[in-house]
Structures are given as C-alpha cells and as structure tokens.
C-alpha cells in the first residue's frame, strides 16, 4: 500500500508516527488518519477499535492531546502490519482465524 490518496495532512502524520525523534503527537490527528485509512468504531467505554485491513487495535483515548509512548509502539506496529509502515509494505497476513461461526482460514478481501 501506499499512502497515495492521502491528504497531506493525514501523510505528514503517519511520518510523525514513524519519526524516532518525535515524542508526541497529538491525538485528533491520529484518529483523523485512522479514520481516512481504516474503520474506526466508538466502543461503551469510550476506547476506540481501529480496523485497517487485517489489523484491529482497541485504543485508549488519552486524557491529554498527545498519545503516550505505548500507545505511538502499538500503533506503529498495526499500521506496519496493515501496510503504512515506513517502507509501504504491508506484511502477509498468515493468521488463522476462527471467525466464530464454523468458518477458519484466510480472511476474506471485502472489496
């Protein structure tokens, strides 16, 4: 994947996410990105699930503007797995699921 179709705005802050030397960014552009390259559900207790391609991660919102260090790690990672990683190549996804309802394998492309 590549991160054509993303507005400048979302590109400069997936590089953020993978600049070493940042410590903070700011939360509303984060959701904002996961937004525009992913699903994002509001859960009942107020975490956030983000799904991007095979990838699904619940996040805490922060109390603050700025995520927290673990969360930049974890989101580093999923976005890796789903293919916006630093160098735009998603990682095959060899997983077997159980999807709870008799089927297992592959996940299937919804496109």
């Known amino acids: 994947m590549s991160d054509q179709g993303l507005s400048n705005h979302h590109s400069s802050t997936l590089t953020e996410i993978f600049d070493h030397q940042k410590h903070t960014i700011e939360w509303r552009k984060v959701e904002s990105l996961l937004g525009a390259i ?16 095979p990838e699904t991660e619940t996040f805490h919102v922060p109390h603050g503007k700025d995520l927290d260090r673990q969360q930049i790690v974890d989101l580093r990672r999923m976005l890796t797995q789903a293919g916006y990683g630093p160098d735009r190549e998603s990682v095959e996804d060899e997983r077997d699921r159980d999807y709870g309802d008799n089927r297992w394998g592959e996940p299937e492309d919804e496109a």
């Open 38 to 53: 992913g699903t994002v559900t509001q859960e009942h207790n107020g975490h956030l699930k983000v799904e991007i391609g």
